[in-house]
């Protein structure tokens, strides 16, 4: 109960830190399913909060990827797709101006934003928006 008390865990996750204490004959699967059906674990609570702590600093594929090493998978997992696609680009904006803040004069300095940006999981397409600068920077 106190993994639960601190913060969301996936089910992967919760059993792996369990079976360091499980003794021989204790059926953790059981133990897992109990809380799934008394609504303590929940993968879509785990989904969520995880989203939430990493979506302002990293890019689609890399919450996707880390999503899937959680044991995250299915239909949920296409909704949450589907739901970071739509702010992704802003998403990578605010990375990109909260490192660097200024576009790009050469092509070493644009190449170094780039990796940068494709580093923390953000697509190509959002990274090449980012590097435009921001949309206030066109109404100057």
Known sequence: MRYLSLREHSRLELGRKLARYAEEGDDIEALLDFLEKNNWLSQERFAESLINRK???FGNSRVMAELKSHGVDG???SDIKAELAESETARAREVWQRKFGRVATDAAERAKQMRF????GFSQRAARAAM???PDDDEL
């Open 132 to 134: 435009q600068g921001s």
């Open 117 to 120: 940006l494709l580093q923390r």
């Open 75 to 77: 239909d949920a997992l």
């Open 55 to 57: 979506a302002s600093r």
